[in-house]
């Protein structure tokens, strides 16, 4: 059964339609799992092979296609009925003479779907350069033309049912966050206290259960608090070091995220000073971020106060965040940088990641905010000072 109403899902189709019209687009392949979902409902871990959700520009619902064991999962997620499921045979799976594109193809054909100017996602995660090449032979009477990140520009406004899952996903990322700052401690080992706060996440609140986010848990400690990005090890947490952690809860694959740095000691001058610093930026930024106002000024906003004391970032503060799958709940598409015009809506949701990244150390800061009428929602709680345990 699908998460949301029939008619939440139209509603998507609809703004989708328009802007595959406006590109001429006749027939969309969305084959990023997160635009597989937004348009049809599918929820399956079942990424790793090539399926896709079609959608014609004048022709009723969306058509799922899958790996024939996957059909079984469409027809207990999407909202659409079961004439719109249709596979390809598992022989196509991992094989070296034929592949699934042949069968797409033909399952494009059998509904009409074959000619004209057909849109693929070109720099989707999991659409790959023999699916591009072998759709492109079999569909002789069609034009493949890039249609990335078509459908992420649709996501970038959220409905009210897809921010109440949101305002779910700030609350599990908010609880596990407080489990972190508990389970990390001197002589823990890296990896078991990132099985505590995986627990924390997937078990999320006695309201909302947790999803599995579409990254796994950060938490680089001393020298690694230089660095995003990195995993855990079986390490200890020593006594005296920074720890940069960045979570992301998720509930039916909508995420809030949330990063803060905590001490295991008296925290040195260094990092206090930049944590009022990236503190200040924060609220600058938050300030900023009001309806009518482009990406560029959030950013301008932050790094007017940092300026002023003396640090720089070169990297983006922040991407738009909503429906997502392994490996990036960031949707790929605006982004809070500097040359970025897009301009804020309500509803539009971003998570701003203040990571400083230093030579040797560093710190981290973010919140998920929804744009709202005034000031921004966020949708994230947790105390905004630098964390310290002793």
């Keep these: 059964m699908s998460v949301f109403a029939p008619e939440e899902y139209r509603r998507r189709i609809a703004a ?21 979902n937004y348009l049809s409902g599918y929820d399956g871990w079942s990424y790793y092979v090539h399926q896709l959700v079609a959608l014609s520009l004048d022709d009723g619902d969306p058509v799922w296609i899958g790996r024939e064991m996957d ?113 990390i401690a001197p002589g823990v080992r890296e990896c078991d206290a990132i099985a505590e706060i995986t627990r924390a996440l997937l078990q999320g609140t006695p309201e909302h259960w947790g999803d599995y986010p579409a990254t796994l848990p950060h938490a680089g400690s001393g020298a690694k608090a230089a660095a995003p990005h990195l995993t855990w090890t079986g390490a200890p947490f020593e006594a005296g070091a920074a720890t940069n952690i960045e979570l992301g809860g998720c509930h039916h694959r909508y995420h809030a995220a949330l990063a803060r740095t905590l001490c295991l000691g008296s925290a040195p001058p260094r990092l206090h000073t930049l944590a009022e610093v990236t503190r200040e930026g924060l609220h600058a930024a938050l300030d900023a971020a009001r309806p009518g106002a482009a990406c ?88 905004r000072e630098l964390l310290t345990k002793e």
């Design 16 to 36: 989708t339609r328009e802007r595959m019209a406006a590109e001429g687009i006749d027939v969309l392949l969305a084959s990023h799992p997160a635009n597989m």
């Design 71 to 183: 059909a079984a999962g469409a027809r207990l997620t999407v909202f659409m009925d079961e004439g719109r499921i249709h596979s390809y045979p598992d022989e196509y799976v991992d094989a070296r003479d034929r592949h699934c594109m042949q069968r797409v193809a033909g399952i494009l054909e059998s509904l009409g779907w074959h000619r004209g100017r057909i849109g693929v996602e070109m720099d989707a995660w999991y659409f790959t350069a023999r699916a591009y090449v072998e759709l492109g032979a079999c569909l002789t009477e069609a034009r493949l033309v890039d249609a990335w990140p078509l459908v992420n520009w649709v996501r970038l406004v959220k409905s009210p049912p897809e921010i109440e899952m949101m305002r779910a996903a700030g609350r599990i990322v908010s609880r596990a966050m407080g489990v972190a700052a508990e389970a």
């Design 296 to 383: 560029e000024e959030v950013e301008a906003a932050w790094r007017r106060v940092i300026a002023r004391a003396g640090y720089e970032k070169r990297s983006r503060i922040g991407y738009s965040i909503g429906l997502n799958y392994p490996p990036d709940w960031g949707e790929q598409s605006a982004s809070l940088r500097a040359g970025d015009t897009t301009v804020l809506e309500p509803d539009m949701c971003f998570h701003l990641m203040l990571g400083m990244w230093m030579d040797g150390w560093g710190f981290e800061l973010s919140e998920t905010f929804r744009v709202a009428e005034g000031e921004p929602e966020v949708l994230t709680d947790f105390p």
